[in-house]
């Protein structure tokens, strides 16, 4: 029986970001469960939610789970996934434009940007983040067409202020809440070389923490499991997970 799979979303998205992303993994005979992270299925209540809370609720769906299942997080999603592997065994970690986690440091300005830029919200890492269509624009749905970009931006919902504050200010938490360790099983993550919010320089130093492997789609952006040529970061992975089937035959 294949493993299953658990899709696990990013920053301001819902299960939703993997409507079609999911397709190729459920024809190759994997369940596929692409659950909303706490506060985003239009309840509202992210307001003081932490990284952990999403990493626990992660895990708590991978150990019910009859086999250990194959993580999948995109972007903050593929930081709570790392996390969660940390807390309970998952056969594999596959990782798409992940956040990078505690002492890792961002490789280009966008990134820098990006975290000092909640400061003129005030003190929000207490409050719920509204999405802001002009970031998402530029940075996450780039390669899209503008129907596509304000349909996506439509279903996006607000962010934990604390959970963007945990991962963007990682310097600052002397909980180091999102640090992490090589999980003990078999790592791939995927960069795509025209993004600047994860960049392949960051998240080459997110996966030999990891002591994974990378590999970087050169055309390709941030919004790997929805833009133009996510057919091919799906069969990536689906290689990823059968090789390392194989070897462990």
Request: aromatic share 8%; net charge negative; glycine share 10%.
């Amino acid at each position: 029986m294949r493993a299953p799979v658990i899709m696990v979303h990013g920053a301001f998205c819902g299960g939703w970001t993997f409507d079609a992303f999911r397709a190729p993994f459920e024809a190759a005979g994997h369940a596929v469960l692409t659950p909303d992270l706490i506060g985003h299925d239009g309840s509202g209540g992210v307001a003081g939610v932490s990284m952990t809370d999403y990493a626990r609720q992660i895990a708590g769906l991978a150990e019910a789970c009859e086999t250990p299942p194959i993580l999948i997080g995109h972007s903050m999603g593929g930081l709570v996934a790392q996390m969660a592997a940390a807390r309970t065994r998952v056969s594999k970690l596959i990782l798409l434009a992940p956040s990078a986690p505690w002492g890792v440091s961002g490789a280009s300005l966008e990134e820098a940007a990006s975290a000092v830029s909640l400061y003129a919200l005030g003190p929000y890492w207490l409050q719920a983040v509204a999405p802001d269509y002009g970031v998402v624009r530029r940075y996450s749905v780039d390669r899209l067409p503008r129907p596509a970009r304000k349909a996506i931006f439509a279903r996006m919902t607000a962010e934990s202020g604390r959970a963007l504050w945990e991962t963007l200010n990682w310097w600052l938490d002397p909980f180091m809440t999102t640090s992490v360790a090589a999980p003990g099983c078999p790592v791939l993550a995927i960069a795509g070389g025209k993004d600047v919010v994860h960049p392949p320089s960051t998240v080459r130093q997110t996966v030999a923490r990891l002591g994974g492997l990378l590999e970087v789609f050169p055309e390709m952006s941030h919004w790997l499991p929805g833009e133009p040529g996510w057919e091919q970061v799906a069969g990536r992975c689906l290689e990823f997970i059968a090789s390392e089937d194989r070897a462990a035959a």
